[in-house]
């Protein structure tokens, strides 16, 4: 962890409860090491922050870099894909890839950590809904379809003024994502397509890392009545660290500042219905070389972390914020991870 900021106090509560997080791009820093460092990487880099934050359940989002679109799309998503197969393999006393609830709660009782594969956007696929099944198989169990521009299944968000909603192919992406048992996931998605797959849903859907538009007006936040239909699929919404999407003012850049946003959502939501995505980018947007992401986030500083909260490692910071902001333990337990849990419990790997 940087000098700069504080380190993370041991809160009891914390270290007992379930904590998901539900989008860490650490497999892009991993994947840019040769094969053969893969696991030792991970093992060395990343599973200590994992550890110190009391991470139990990580999904691991499939992030395709701007420099291997359009053509090597595929190869990297594959890549990564083997990736988080090789790191979990090579550290399988302490991590668990798994594909469905059962499998992570055996994870969780063995003290392993239980990785799960996502898809963020679909770069490598393109329209071609058919290979779904075949990244199923490789233990892919939650994708979105788009990130900020324009995809073959639907518009990002930064394309609001669009107006879009899914394409054909966009539709047929959910409707074998339901038969799958993959879980939706709304973040990055314009808002039309938002409301589009909210109409399409038959299983509950959610948002990996997305914060409330209501505390801070922009197009990567969900609007109230878009969160109110995540939580009403019987999804959770899970809060978006990333300093740029709290406040517009850098001196909101504050954990509690974030608690005003899940406190937000889970007010809109339901406390059933709202997890932590902390999107940490920063180590990995210094780790990765070309600088990653680059297109469609102009104006954003997306290198600025609440202080403390750049890492897994700071997430205690989270649970001792919510318990001085009043937060009940059992309503605590719920933010931290439970209410991913029973989501990913009930539909991982669950054929319709």
């Excluded at 504080?6 to 791009?25: C, F, K, Q, Y």
């Excluded at 696991?39 to 999904?59: I, N, T």
Aim: glycine share 10%.
């Amino acid at each position: 962890m940087p000098a700069d900021l504080p380190s993370a106090p041991h809160h009891g509560l914390h270290h007992r409860a379930v904590v998901a997080d539900t989008h860490n791009d650490l497999l892009m820093a991993v994947t840019a090491r040769p094969p053969e460092r893969w696991a030792s990487f991970f093992r060395e880099r990343w599973l200590p922050q994992l550890r110190e934050g009391g991470v139990d359940l990580q999904v691991l989002p499939v992030f395709v870099d701007d420099q291997y679109r359009p053509e090597g799309a595929l190869r990297q998503t594959l890549r990564m894909i083997e990736c988080a197969h090789a790191l979990a393999e090579g550290n399988a006393a302490e991590v668990r890839l798994c594909t469905d609830g059962a499998q992570i709660d055996e994870a969780l009782a063995e003290g392993r950590i239980a990785l799960v594969l996502a898809l963020e956007s679909m770069p490598g696929l393109d329209a071609s809904v058919e290979l779904l099944p075949a990244l199923h198989r490789l233990g892919v169990r939650v994708a979105s379809i788009a990130h900020w521009g324009r995809t073959p299944l639907a518009d990002g968000s930064g394309e609001d003024a669009t107006g879009s909603r899914l394409t054909a192919a966009g539709v047929a992406a959910v409707r074998e994502m339901e038969r799958l048992g993959m879980v939706f996931d709304v973040s990055h998605l314009g808002a039309s397509g938002v409301e589009h797959v909210l109409e399409l849903a038959s299983r509950p859907v959610m948002a990996t890392h997305s914060a409330a538009r209501a505390l801070r007006d922009h197009h990567r936040n969900l609007a109230d009545e878009q969160i109110r239909g995540v939580a009403a699929t019987g999804g959770v919404v899970c809060v978006n660290f990333l300093a740029a999407f709290l406040s517009e003012d850098p001196a909101e850049y504050t954990v509690d500042r974030l608690v005003d946003h899940i406190a937000h959502v889970a007010g809109v939501a339901g406390i059933d219905h709202v997890g932590l995505g902390p999107d940490f980018i920063r180590e990995v947007m210094h780790d990765v070389t070309p600088p990653c992401c680059e297109a469609g986030v102009s104006g954003l500083d997306v290198l600025a972390a609440v202080p403390g909260l750049a890492g897994p490692s700071g997430l205690p910071l989270v649970t001792e914020a919510l318990d001085r902001h009043g937060f009940a333990e059992e309503e605590i337990v719920k933010i931290l991870g439970e209410n991913v849990l029973r989501l990913f419990r009930a539909e991982l790997g669950r054929p319709a």
